[in-house]
């Protein structure tokens, strides 16, 4: 005889066979850590984190002008004239000053090459730091960190070249001789 209001457990063995497909399932769809890490790519570039012009394994960053506006203060209509059948006005339009902002000039996006980050070793930090104490923009101790006295000296560095920005750029890296110059293309003879 069974009760009425007893409870019915599964059998073990089918909801230990349940949790056991659900948990192959599962291994089946992610990879151990390791093997994430190991197989990362190196630095790709992409068009969302570059212009499109850009060399494959290279690294970019970009220097944002914000838009310039102007605020206008223009009559905005909060209630139109109210008029009668035979067009005789009721009741006067109605209108509030409101600052409407135009935008004069848009925001200016400037892509510039910079040092990918796995070149910023603490090695290289300090002969930054170096190279901008020689010339007058860093005044401190050379620690090796890309610390907050460093990224001023670079902005103050980089300002009178047209770049407004804090992050050390390639250019500025190469003037500052701590990368590779540019070579100009040689012109090379056809074959015969």
Not at 122 to 128: E, K
Request: charged content about 20%; hydrophobic content about 35%.
């Amino acid at each position: 005889m069974t009760r009425p209001n007893a409870k019915r457990r599964p059998h073990r063995g089918f909801l230990g066979a349940i949790l056991a497909c659900g948990a192959l399932g599962l291994s089946a769809c992610v990879q151990p850590p390791e093997v994430q890490k190991r197989s990362a790519p190196p630095t790709i570039v992409t068009t969302l984190e570059a212009p499109p012009s850009a060399t494959p394994g290279s690294c970019w960053d970009k220097q944002t002008t914000p838009p310039e506006t102007k605020t206008v203060i223009e009559p905005v209509l909060v209630q139109p004239a109210q008029l009668t059948a035979t067009g005789e006005v009721i009741s006067p339009p109605i209108y509030r000053r409101k600052p409407q902002e135009y935008v004069v000039k848009p925001a200016v996006h400037r892509w510039f090459e910079i040092p990918c980050p796995a070149e910023l070793t603490p090695d290289y930090i300090s002969s930054v730091q170096r190279a901008l104490a020689a010339r007058g923009h860093y005044q401190g101790p050379v620690t090796g960190q890309l610390d907050t006295r460093t990224r001023r000296a670079i902005r103050r560095f980089q300002q009178p070249q047209g770049l407004d920005s804090d992050t050390l750029s390639l250019a500025a890296a190469r003037t500052l001789g701590l990368a590779p110059a540019l070579l100009p293309q040689a012109e090379t003879a056809p074959e015969g």
